[in-house]
């Protein structure tokens, strides 16, 4: 039921560790970017500890992006984001009620930071009239696993054609500027697709600290 392929993050066939933006580097189906960087971060597959939440729960491998020196600090237009992405027709032939504000597709993942503070991230249509749902993660604390949930909801202005084009992406963010957010928007809501209105603005803690890292893995989207 998991529409998510790899979202346990086993699969690393072009390697474990990657520096490049704007391609597929290191875990298969996990696509990464940044911009305005001081330093590039690193994008690897690493194992999950035993005796932590995620080890018990049955994920053995994480997905991990590891911060660079970022020595200017927290720019408008920097960013650091990774994204999964799937075909329209998998999520028109999910049976999820997508035009129906009655009827939820629940994202759901373990994640944990080196820095505690909130992440945010961002659902987006890419079909017909583009939309996206921001979230926000809830503070989390330094270097501890925690299983975060949400809900996403129908609406009657959003379109998945059945073909194989770009149909969904869910976007996590480490770090965007103030470019690319609003702290206006209201999280668990669809908005009109704009670039700086992506998801509420972003803590530069962890950004802002050298080498700090933010790693996920149990990534599951279900129909309900």
């Not at 690897?44 to 020196?69: E, H, I, L, Y």
């Not at 939309?131 to 998945?160: E, Y």
């Not at 009109?192 to 603005?201: F, Y």
Request: include cysteine; aromatic fraction near 12%; hydrophobic fraction near 35%.
């Amino acid at each position: 039921r998991n529409l998510i392929i790899n979202g346990a993050m086993q699969v690393a066939q072009r390697g474990t560790s990657s520096l490049g933006s704007n391609e597929y580097g290191s875990v298969d189906r996990i696509w990464h970017y940044y911009q305005g960087v001081d330093e590039s971060p690193t994008f690897s597959q690493v194992d999950v500890a035993s005796g932590t939440p995620a080890f018990q729960d049955g994920f053995r491998k994480a997905f991990r992006v590891t911060n660079g020196n970022q020595t200017n600090g927290a720019g408008a237009a920097d960013q650091i984001q990774w994204e999964t992405r799937f075909e329209a027709q998998d999520i028109a032939n999910s049976g999820w009620n997508y035009t129906s504000s009655t009827s939820f597709l629940t994202l759901s993942f373990y994640i944990k930071s080196s820095v505690a503070q909130v992440f945010n991230l961002f659902v987006k249509t890419e079909a017909g009239t583009e939309k996206n749902m921001p979230f926000s993660t809830p503070s989390l604390s330094a270097d501890t696993w925690t299983r975060v949930s949400f809900q996403i909801k129908g609406d009657s202005g959003i379109t998945f054609n059945n073909n194989s084009l770009k149909g969904l992406s869910i976007s996590f963010d480490p770090f965007l500027g103030t470019n690319y957010t609003d702290n206006s928007i209201t999280n668990g809501e669809w908005i009109a697709w704009n670039s700086g209105t992506r998801c509420k603005d972003v803590t530069a803690t962890w950004y802002e600290t050298d080498n700090a890292t933010l790693e996920i893995t149990g990534l599951q989207l279900e129909v309900g």
